[in-house]
C-alpha cells in the first residue's frame, strides 16, 4: 500500500484503465490471432490428443509441461489464454511506469498512456504469442535501460517478463534486445562497460532458457518430427514458395500444390525433398522479381493490418520529434529499416512481426525528449488515437458476431454427421471456434498444418478410432462457401486408394457440409 501511495496520481488512473480494460476484453468474445495459438492450447489442454501435452512445439517445455500439469488438476478454465492476459497484463503495467517516472510533461506521459492501452488492448482482442513475447520483452528492457540504478523490485520484474518472453517465443524476445543493444549503440547511452554489464542479465537468461529448451527436445521429443517440422517451416514459409503459392504457378497435379495448402499426412514428401527444394527456392532470392515481391508482399501486409500499421506510423513519427541530431536518428532509423528489409527479404514477415520490429523505437522514445509540442497537439493525436480504437473495437466486435453466426451453423451442421465419422475443416481456421475444448471436451474435428505428422496427430487418430487418413472408407468435409473449388477432397483422393465419390452436401448461409464414401 505504501508503495502505491508513492505512485503519481496519473498513473494510478491510467494503470487502473488498463487494468479495467484488460478484464473487460477477458469477458468478451475474443479469439487468438492464429490457428498456431489454438493448436498449442489444444495439445496443453488434452483437448486434442485426449490427454495434456508436456510439449507444444513453439512454446518453451518448461511452460508447456507447467500449462499441461494444471489442465490436468483443471481442465475446464482456459489457462493458456489467461497465462497471454497476465503476461498482457504485468508488461503494459511495467510500461505505463516507465512512462510515468519521466520528468515530461502531462500531456506527453498522458498520450503514451493511451498508446500502452491501445496495445495491451489489441493483445487482448487477438492474443498471439510472437505480440505477447515481444511485448513482454520489451517491458524488461525498458526497466534495464533506465540510467539510474535499478531497484530491487525492477530487477525482478525484469527478470520475470524477460523470463516469461524467452519461453513464449524467445526469437521475438532476441529481436527487441537487437533492437535496445542498436539504440545503445547509436545513441550511446552508457559506457561499452555499462551496456555489457546491463545486457549481462538477459543474456544469462536466455541461454539458461534455450539451454533447458534443446535439452529437453533432446531427450523427450521425437527427432524425426522435430527435423521433419524445421525443414517443412523452410519450404513452407519461404517466401518465393509463398509467392508461387499465392500466384498459382505450382501445378495442380504437384504434390507440392498440397503441400503448400499445409495438406500433407501423407504426401511422399520427406526431409530430402523438403531439402532439395529450399535450395531451389534460395536460388531465386537474388532476381529482381523477389526483390520487388517482398517490398509488394510488405506493403500488402501493411494495408490489411491498419491498425498495426497506425501504431507502427505513431512511433515513426514520434521518434523524428526527438530532441536528437538529425544525423543520429537517421543513423538508427535508416541501420534499422536496413536491417528490417533484409529480414522481410529472406523472411516471411507478417504484421506481427512488423510490429515487433517497429516498437523498438520506443527505446530511445521514452528515453529523450521531444520537440516541445503545444497541448493542443497532443490532445488532437490523442483523439486520433481513440478514433482508431473506436474503429478497431467495432471491427472486433461485429467480427465476433460473425463468428457466433458461424458456430452455430458449424454445430447444426456436425449434427447431420453419423458417429464416428472423421470431420476434416477447409478454409475453417480453428481460431473460429468459440467452444472451449478439453480433455472432457475433446475437439471433433482433424486439423491440418504443422501438427500433421507428429506424435500428436497420431495420437488425435487414436482417439479418433483410426491409424491414418488413407484408410478411411468416408469421411465428412465442413468448409466455408468460397467459390474456388475444394482442395481436399483432390488430397484425399491422391493418398488413398480408390477414388472417394461425393454423396451429399448440405448448405447453411456462410458453410457447408459435404460427405464423401468409396
Do not use: C
Not at 505477447?132 to 525492477?154: E, R, V
Not at 498440397?258 to 532439395?276: D, Q, V, Y
Amino acid at each position: 500500500m505504501k508503495r502505491l501511495s508513492l505512485l503519481p496520481l496519473n498513473q494510478i488512473f491510467w494503470s487502473i484503465a488498463l487494468t479495467a480494460s484488460i478484464l473487460i476484453v477477458w469477458f468478451l468474445p475474443w479469439r487468438f490471432q492464429t490457428n498456431d495459438d489454438v493448436l498449442m492450447m489444444w495439445l496443453v489442454s488434452g483437448a486434442y490428443t485426449g490427454e495434456p501435452e508436456s510439449y507444444a512445439v513453439f512454446i518453451h517445455p518448461w511452460l508447456s509441461w507447467v500449462l499441461s500439469s494444471i489442465y490436468k488438476v483443471s481442465p475446464d478454465i482456459n489457462w493458456y489464454g489467461a497465462v497471454w492476459f497476465l503476461v498482457n497484463w504485468a508488461s503494459g503495467l511495467v510500461l505505463l511506469h516507465q512512462v510515468h517516472q519521466k520528468e515530461f510533461s502531462t500531456e506527453w506521459k498522458n498520450f503514451w498512456s493511451l498508446f500502452t492501452l491501445l496495445i495491451s488492448i489489441h493483445l487482448g482482442f487477438f492474443p498471439q504469442f510472437t505480440l505477447i513475447a515481444g511485448y513482454a520483452g520489451l517491458a524488461g528492457f525498458l526497466i534495464i535501460l533506465q540510467k539510474p540504478k535499478i531497484s530491487n523490485w525492477g530487477k525482478s520484474m525484469a527478470f520475470l517478463l524477460l523470463f516469461f518472453g524467452l519461453m513464449i517465443r524467445w526469437e521475438a524476445v532476441a529481436l527487441i534486445g537487437m533492437g535496445w543493444t542498436w539504440s545503445n549503440w547509436v545513441f550511446s547511452r552508457f559506457s561499452e562497460k555499462r551496456v555489457f554489464q546491463k545486457i549481462l542479465l538477459p543474456l544469462s537468461l536466455a541461454g539458461l532458457v534455450l539451454l533447458g529448451k534443446w535439452t529437453y527436445e533432446q531427450n523427450y521429443v521425437d527427432q524425426d518430427f522435430l527435423a521433419f517440422n524445421r525443414s517443412r517451416a523452410k519450404v513452407i514459409d519461404h517466401p518465393v514458395f509463398v509467392e508461387k503459392t499465392k500466384s498459382g504457378e505450382i501445378n495442380t497435379g504437384s504434390d507440392w500444390y498440397f503441400f503448400g495448402r499445409w495438406m500433407f499426412e501423407e504426401l511422399p514428401i520427406g526431409l530430402s525433398e523438403l531439402k532439395a527444394e529450399k535450395k531451389v527456392l534460395d536460388k531465386q532470392f537474388f532476381t529482381r522479381e523477389q526483390v520487388g515481391f517482398g517490398i509488394v508482399r510488405l506493403m500488402k501486409i501493411q494495408l490489411t493490418e491498419l491498425f498495426k500499421s497506425m501504431l507502427i506510423l505513431a512511433l515513426l513519427i514520434s521518434f523524428m520529434a526527438l530532441q536528437l541530431s538529425f544525423r543520429k536518428k537517421l543513423e538508427f532509423l535508416l541501420g534499422w529499416l536496413a536491417f528490417f528489409l533484409v529480414f522481410n527479404h529472406f523472411n516471411l514477415s507478417l504484421g506481427r512481426v512488423n510490429l515487433v520490429f517497429f516498437s523498438v523505437l520506443l527505446f530511445p522514445i521514452l528515453s529523450e525528449r521531444s520537440i516541445r509540442f503545444s497541448p493542443k497537439i497532443f490532445s488532437s493525436a490523442g483523439l486520433i488515437l481513440l478514433l482508431f480504437l473506436g474503429i478497431h473495437s467495432a471491427n472486433f466486435l461485429n467480427e465476433a458476431k460473425g463468428r457466433k453466426l458461424v458456430n452455430e451453423e458449424f454445430y447444426s451442421l456436425l449434427e447431420n454427421v453419423a458417429s464416428g465419422e472423421i470431420v476434416f475443416l477447409e478454409g475453417f481456421f480453428e481460431y473460429n471456434f468459440l467452444n472451449h475444448f478439453s480433455q472432457k471436451n475433446p475437439v471433433p474435428v482433424i486439423s491440418q498444418g504443422w501438427i500433421s505428422r507428429s506424435p500428436f496427430q497420431k495420437k488425435a487418430f487414436q482417439r479418433m478410432g483410426i491409424s491414418g487418413q488413407s484408410e478411411l472408407k468416408s469421411y465428412a468435409l465442413i468448409a466455408f462457401q468460397f467459390p474456388e473449388p475444394l482442395v481436399f477432397p483432390d488430397y484425399m483422393n491422391r493418398i488413398s486408394r480408390g477414388e472417394f465419390t461425393q454423396v451429399s452436401i448440405l448448405s447453411s448461409a456462410n458453410l457447408k457440409l459435404l460427405q464423401f464414401t468409396k
